[in-house]
Structure formats: structure tokens, C-alpha cells
């Protein structure tokens, strides 16, 4: 069914950068589009970008492109989430997402999040 964990966050000045990773076991990877998604209290998951099997990002949120990167190494199974430049909106719970084959929108698994806090 698969699993992932994150890794990366922490605590940030305004203007400094993270990067995120995402360990992905127990599905085939290479063969699998993957997704990061962050998260407030009190609002709705939102997409951060989502990177396909070649590599290539889409789907960035707007108040992201041109901060943010997403990248992969299918070797090491993991994806990254590079960000730079970071606001204090950019604080939220970061998920990574795996569109495993066989389940619906949403329906793969998911990550158990890291915290990232921009603030000084």
C-alpha cells in the first residue's frame, strides 16, 4: 500500500530556505506520481506542486512558483521539496502524497507531515 515519511522541517527566518524530503517504500516508486501538500489549522490542505514520472514539476500553488522546487531521485526513492525565500504564510504542516495506482483522488497514502515555521 506504501509508506512515507518527511523530513526537512524546522524553524526559519523570513527570506532563508528548507528543503523537505519524502522516504517512499512499499510501492513502486519510479512508476508513481508524488505530490506535496501543506496544511493549517482551521483551512483545507492545499497543493504545493506535484512532480510526474519524468521528473518535470506542475501544478505549483501561486503563491509558491518561483520559491518552491520539486524534484525527485528515483534511486533513492525520494522526492524533495526545495523552498526558498520563505514568508511567514509559508508556515504549515508539509504532507507528501503518493498517487499510487488502484486508489481514487486523495485516496494513497500520505506522509505524517513536518511542521515548518517561518518566523524571526
Known amino acids: 500500500q506504501g509508506h512515507l515519511v518527511e523530513s526537512g522541517g524546522g524553524l526559519v527566518e523570513p527570506g532563508g530556505s528548507l528543503r523537505l524530503s519524502c522516504a517512499a517504500s512499499?510501492?513502486?516508486?519510479?512508476?508513481?506520481?508524488m505530490s506535496w501538500y501543506r496544511q493549517v489549522p482551521g483551512k483545507e490542505r492545499e497543493l504545493i506542486a506535484t512532480i510526474g514520472l519524468d521528473g518535470r514539476g506542475r501544478d505549483f500553488a501561486d503563491s509558491v512558483r518561483g520559491r518552491f522546487t520539486i524534484s525527485r531521485d528515483n534511486t533513492k526513492r525520494t522526492m524533495y521539496l526545495q523552498m526558498s525565500s520563505l514568508k511567514p504564510e509559508d508556515t504549515a504542516i508539509y504532507f507528501c502524497y503518493a498517487a499510487v495506482e488502484g486508489f481514487g483522488p486523495r485516496g494513497g497514502p500520505w506522509g505524517q507531515g513536518t511542521q515548518v515555521t517561518v518566523s524571526s
Open positions: 512499499g510501492f513502486f516508486f519510479a512508476a508513481t506520481e
